[in-house]
């Protein structure tokens, strides 16, 4: 198993990056939110899950231990893949997802594409006994803070799950009173939360 790659980013792309590790680039998928730390030409460090199938082999890479713990805890639900154990980490963060889980909020997975209601609550008993209990103190706790260009990251993170740019635009203006109450509060807007608001207002336009 390839635990991490290091080494300078060659390339970026809406949903992965490309590491050279000893003059070998290698590929990986990675969420919105990974990507929008990273920078071609810098040095990076992923934590990765190789994922192997018959006719494919693909490397799935987290800015830590504990997105690729939670990425390969989620697969051990029945029908929970990595493409879609990779679109739950790309709208929460490992530790709402724990807090989603332990507290049983259905709302917050069928935020996630590709999950409906039926299919969150299938999850919720699935993932009861195996994710853990959230390391956070609560909501205000999860999550990573965004820096000041919160709407450029937000826009980045909406077309790597594939938004035209028009929608990622209303979904920004959208969430935008959310992010600046957050502001006006003393705290940071939160990148996950924020994402997750964003979807939700694009199924309600759709």
């Known amino acids: 198993m ?3 790659v290091s080494g300078p980013v060659a390339a970026l792309a809406p949903d992965s990056a490309v590491v050279e590790v000893g ?6 998928q990675c969420t919105p939110d990974t990507l929008s730390a990273l920078r071609v030409g810098q ?6 899950s190789l994922v192997v199938r018959e006719d494919s082999l693909t490397l799935y890479g987290f800015a830590d ?44 997975l069928t935020a996630v594409p590709g999950i409906g209601k039926k299919g969150a609550q299938k999850l919720l008993l699935e993932l009861k006994d195996r994710l853990g209990e959230p390391l956070g103190t609560g909501r205000a706790g999860v999550g990573s803070a965004v820096t000041p260009g919160w709407r450029d990251q937000l826009h980045a993170a909406l077309i790597g799950l594939g938004y ?10 959208a969430v935008a009173p959310q992010a600046e109450a957050a502001v006006a509060e003393g705290a940071a807007p939160q990148v996950p939360q924020l994402l997750k608001a964003a979807l939700q207002s694009l199924n309600r336009a759709r």
């Open 65 to 108: 231990d504990d997105g690729r713990q939670t990425f390969e805890l989620l697969q051990t639900a029945s029908g929970v893949g990595p493409r879609l154990a990779q679109a739950m980490l790309a709208v929460h963060s490992p530790d709402a997802l724990r807090l989603a889980v332990a507290t049983g909020d259905e709302k917050a």
């Open 164 to 173: 035209a740019t028009r929608e990622a635009d209303e979904a920004v203006a």
């Open 23 to 28: 003059g070998i680039g290698m590929a990986v």
């Open 43 to 48: 040095q990076a460090k992923l934590a990765t």
């Open 2 to 4: 390839i635990a991490f």
